[in-house]
């Protein structure tokens, strides 16, 4: 069974955010926001520096919670796809 969390809800802060989970004696946790950016307004660089240090934490990312699905009605199909094309993105770069 692997058991997973927000590690947003935590702190804002990755360092934080490592330091509970690994109290908890947890070894899995969700992206949604890091530092208060948004997984889906992460850069290349942020994600892989959070993908290393997770990685050099034995700490394994299980999923990227975007906000796709919270569009208004009158949101593109396009841009919708755009989004979950670029979520898939995001989860590939980290591991999930």
Known sequence: MI?????DE????????IRVI???????LEI????DVNVMD??????????????????TITCVS???GKEYVSCSKESILDKVKK???????FGC
């Open 22 to 28: 690994r109290e908890l004696g947890l070894r899995h």
């Open 87 to 93: 979520a898939c993105d995001r989860a590939r770069e």
């Open 66 to 68: 975007s906000p796709i």
């Open 10 to 17: 935590i702190d804002p802060s990755l360092d934080v955010q």
């Open 3 to 7: 058991i997973s969390c927000f590690s």
């Open 32 to 35: 949604r926001t890091m530092d």
């Open 42 to 59: 992460l850069s290349l660089r942020q994600i892989r520096e959070i993908r290393q240090r997770t990685d050099s934490e034995d700490l």
